[in-house]
């Protein structure tokens, strides 16, 4: 009868790992942006990052550093990597801040851009940011 369970238990087990097997791995879609929830608001920055030539920066850090609230007393600090298209996203922020405008800022290895974003003028934002090598 021990023997019975040892089949039986490896039957389950082997079935299992079969209909996992068959079960294609969903690959990153070329059109999914990294995005980030600072579940702070209703507003929302896109950005395509770019280098000086005009082409997509992979894996470039973009980060920003947002206060709003009475006096500026609360604070978000954000970041996100791009894509192989150079896109990325921050959703959830807040359509007022405490000293606009929003400075987003991208980088990688040596090189570094930024682009700007009112949330009160515009709540749902697209911007290219240009990358250049710093000084340094």
Known sequence: MRYFYYF???LITSLM???????PAQPEQPQDIPSVDGEAGPCSAEFTVVDADG????SAMVK??????FA???KLDLSVYTNAQGKTKFTGLPAR???????FRASKDRMEGMATVNPE??????HDIV??????
């Open 8 to 10: 039986l238990i490896l």
């Open 17 to 23: 790992a079969g209909a996992q097997a068959q079960q």
């Open 55 to 58: 082409k997509p920066v992979f």
């Open 64 to 69: 920003v550093h947002i206060t709003y609230g």
């Open 72 to 74: 500026g007393a609360r």
């Open 97 to 103: 801040v405490h000293k606009p405008p929003v400075e």
């Open 121 to 126: 003028s515009e709540c749902q934002a697209k």
């Open 131 to 136: 990358m250049k090598k710093s000084g340094g």
